[in-house]
T-cell receptor, first 115, second 109 residues
Framework: GAVVSQHPSWVICKSGTSVKIECRSL??????MFWYRQFPKQSLMLMAT?????????EQGVEKDKFLINHASLTLSTLTVTSAHPEDSSFYIC???????????FGPGTRLTVL | GQNIDQPTEMTATEGAIVQINCTYQ??????LFWYQQHAGEAPTFLSY??LDGLEEKGRFSSFLSRSKGYSYLLLKELQMKDSASYLC??????????WGAGTKLIIKP
């Protein structure tokens, strides 16, 4: 199956700093990638759809100025959490569609802890 | 609105069979997916159904009835490693994935 990587796997930062998370499709090209957030014991929440070469589409309630998304190439999307606060601590997961049924292949996730 | 319902939690015994149900109401339908998510990890793809009927893949099978807006994931010969959350997701007419909240499956020896 298709492989999606994420970096870093985990990050701890101070409140007020910015954190960049990278999502890469390793063996396929992805014009679209998705960013999710998952709080402990809760379901996946779609944050935004990242589109190569154009602006991301954000879900209702997600601040686009706080969660900056850049999809600069067909294999890389980045999510920057700006001025992070403790309430932003969560598990951030990206995915990209591939395969016969356009099923989503997920990256391993990035666990963000903001102190 | 769009809605996907699945039980919050289920418990089963090692070696047994368990069926996890999913009902959906979406604007259009372009397929239903099942994913497995172990605690602290990202989801992994299990199955896809777009036509009515049963799709079998080893110990796991998935069933779909479009007229009833209903699917189930059937897990046979349960193993302890099957303890995980199982997520049902439907692709709507805009090819957007609508996710269920997931069913946490607990396997007891």
């Amino acid at each position: 199956g298709a492989v999606v990587s994420q970096h870093p796997s985990w990050v701890i930062c101070k409140s007020g700093t910015s954190v960049k998370i990278e999502c890469r499709s390793l063996d396929f090209q992805a014009t679209t990638m998705f960013w999710y957030r998952q709080f402990p014991k809760q379901s996946l929440m779609l944050m935004a759809t990242s589109n190569e070469g154009s602006k991301a589409t954000y879900e209702q309630g997600v601040e686009k100025d706080k969660f900056l998304i850049n999809h600069a190439s067909l294999t890389l999307s980045t999510l920057t959490v700006t001025s992070a606060h403790p309430e932003d601590s969560s598990f951030y997961i990206c995915s990209a569609p591939s395969g016969v049924h356009n099923e989503q292949f997920f990256g391993p996730g990035t666990r963000l802890t903001v102190l | 609105g769009q809605n996907i319902d699945q039980p919050t939690e289920m418990t089963a015994t090692e070696g047994a069979i368990v069926q996890i149900n999913c009902t959906y109401q979406t604007s259009g339908f372009n397929g239903l997916f099942w994913y497995q998510q172990h605690a602290g990890e990202a989801p992994t793809f299990l199955s896809y159904n777009v036509l009515d009927g049963l799709e079998e893949k080893g110990r796991f099978s998935s069933f779909l009835s479009r007229s009833k807006g209903y699917s189930y994931l059937l897990l046979k010969e349960l193993q302890m490693k099957d303890s995980a959350s199982y997520l049902c997701a439907v692709m709507d007419s805009n090819y957007q994935l609508i996710w269920g909240a997931g069913t946490k499956l607990i396997i007891k020896p």
